[in-house]
């Protein structure tokens, strides 16, 4: 089964992308993250994402386009990235989740990919 | 009516009932989809029934249900909205068709508990669905005993399979270093069926008591399925050890019996043996659990009723053991009752007005009333016991109470 992964992490481990002394680590520990995913054969695909201020939200309202900066600031947690992955059950997926850097510092959500519908 | 029944009909009923669950677990492991095992196999019977009086019964009537449970599944997934899970269906059963001998009946009934208290699973609804899956009871009967509304326990349980297929949930054992942490879960679920604080607290409300038979069962299975899990054969023992009271805790006249004045020859002797032989084989594994505790309490329990001695000191200390295991409010209250019972009904009291959040609690109250009581305080203990009364649901528990029960 496929699996998004939604990496959601509070505001503090975000900010650490702008910190000097503690982006090394941060982004290292992405990098291995994704790394051992791709090697283990499991990753579909993925991204990091912009932090969330670079983030632009659009409605339609009576035929209007509504555009906002957005999402809403002050939200705790943000989605930060996601990836897709192909594994045979939950446990497998949490398996990945839990090692996710972020799963200690904002949370993982796991999404079940839904099947194409019969033609 | 009952007299002209076909005994095939008898056969196909006996059958359902004692194999449902493995008849289930064996379905629904391949597709993970519970509910359209559920459909399936109903479907089935309702084919025996039919059958079997006019062509005879077959020689392998679990067999028999399961071909025709299976064929059953085939053709509803072929008009199913989804190509891989009907593909994968046509796989299996083709698979099956072209095995020459019938496969083992595998025991899947483990794994369908493994499933249904998957931490992915809402809590709440673990126990109703183990309940539902591996017993066949049907949801109103489920929610009667949770207090819950019919129609909102159906459709718990609807999205609980829902999310068991659809999230991908194996139906599988888990691994050696998973596992015990798993147990607590299944363990959790049948210890909710029973409904276990009845015995606790004096004249404690016993809400759950009507899925007893069938928590016995899940716990006697637990045991045969995971025979060195000390924790599963404490909580069989715990269940057996209350079980064994059921039938004195009620006098002639169907007023509630409190542990202290029930006569032991009234006691199952078969269920309390299997009880202390099942909690002298978890303390061989030398690995203490909340069950195990719980278990020893009562095994105390009995032991003071048959001996006469006294080991209210023991059982305080059981009781601290039991909250550092287990904080829970019933534990808590459970251990103040039995703080007063060794002599210390301050500190009891005490203990029982630090919690908070016990405002409709009702075996806060029972508890209160005996505590107060003890404490001197026939008053206090008076009104707790009119409150404990008025949130009792039990009519035997409230005579009990009013009569002034907390005080013996």
Redesign the interface.
């Known amino acids: 089964m496929q699996y998004v992964l939604l990496f959601n992490e509070a505001k503090a481990e975000r900010d650490k992308r702008e910190d000097p002394a503690a982006a090394g680590p941060y982004w290292g520990g992405w990098t291995a993250y994704m790394g051992a995913i791709a090697q283990s054969g499991v990753m579909v695909g993925g991204n990091a994402l912009q932090p969330p201020e670079t983030g632009t939200v659009l409605r339609v309202e009576n035929g209007v386009r509504q555009v906002a900066d957005g999402p809403f600031a002050d939200t705790k947690e943000a989605l930060g990235g996601y990836v897709v992955i192909e594994v045979p059950d939950l446990d497998a997926a949490l398996e990945w989740a839990a090692k996710a850097p972020c799963a200690g510092a904002g949370s993982v959500e796991i999404r079940p990919v839904l099947p194409p519908p019969a033609a | 009516m009952d007299s002209a029944r076909h005994p095939a009909v008898d056969l196909a009923e006996r059958t359902a009932r004692a194999s449902y669950g493995r008849l289930l677990a064996m379905l629904a492991s391949r597709t993970r989809d519970i509910a359209a095992a559920e459909d399936a196999l109903a479907d089935a019977f309702a084919a025996a029934v039919a059958q079997w009086p006019r062509d005879g019964v077959p020689i392998n009537p679990e067999g028999w249900l399961i071909t025709v449970a299976r064929r059953r599944i085939g053709r509803g997934s072929a008009h199913?909205?989804?190509?891989?899970?009907?593909a994968e269906l046509l796989a299996l059963l083709e698979a099956e068709r072209n095995s020459a001998e019938p496969p083992p009946f595998r025991d899947e009934r483990l794994a369908l508990m493994f499933a249904c208290t998957?931490p992915?699973i809402d809590r709440n609804v673990q126990a109703p669905l183990m309940l539902q899956t591996v017993l066949g009871l049907d949801a109103n009967r489920i929610a009667a005993a949770f207090l819950v509304d019919g129609a909102a326990m159906g459709q718990r349980l609807v999205r609980a399979k829902r999310k068991i297929r659809?999230?991908?949930?194996?139906f599988?054992v888990?691994d050696p270093a998973?596992a015990s942490h798993r147990v607590e879960g299944v363990l959790a679920a049948v210890y909710a069926a029973f409904g276990t604080a009845w015995d606790d607290v004096l004249g404690a409300d016993a809400r759950l008591a009507g899925l007893r038979e069938e928590a016995v069962f899940l716990a006697r299975l637990l045991a045969e399925l995971l025979p060195d899990e000390p924790e599963v054969l404490g909580l069989l023992a715990l269940i057996l050890h209350c079980e064994a009271r059921r039938g004195a805790r009620r006098d002639a006249t169907g007023g509630f019996v409190p542990l202290h004045a029930q006569d032991p020859n009234r006691w199952s002797q078969p269920l309390l043996l299997e009880a202390e032989a099942a909690l002298r084989r978890a303390a061989t594994y030398g690995s203490p659990g909340r069950y195990q505790t719980e278990a020893a309490i009562q095994s105390l329990h009995a032991h003071q009723r048959m001996t006469g001695e006294r080991f209210a000191p023991a059982l305080a200390r059981l009781y601290d053991v039991l909250a550092s295991q287990a904080p829970t409010l019933g534990v808590v209250v459970a251990r103040a009752v039995a703080y007063a019972e060794a002599g210390a009904p301050e500190l009891a009291l005490a203990q029982l007005e630090a919690l908070t959040g016990t405002g409709s609690y009702q075996p806060w109250w029972a508890a209160l009333a005996r505590v107060a009581w003890l404490a001197g305080q026939p008053e206090r203990a008076a009104r707790a016991a009119e409150t404990a009364t008025g949130l009792s649901a039990d009519p035997a528990i409230r005579s009990f109470l009013l009569s002034g029960g907390y005080r013996t």
């Open positions: 199913g909205v989804v190509v891989d899970r009907a998957h992915a659809d999230a991908g949930i194996a599988a888990p998973d």
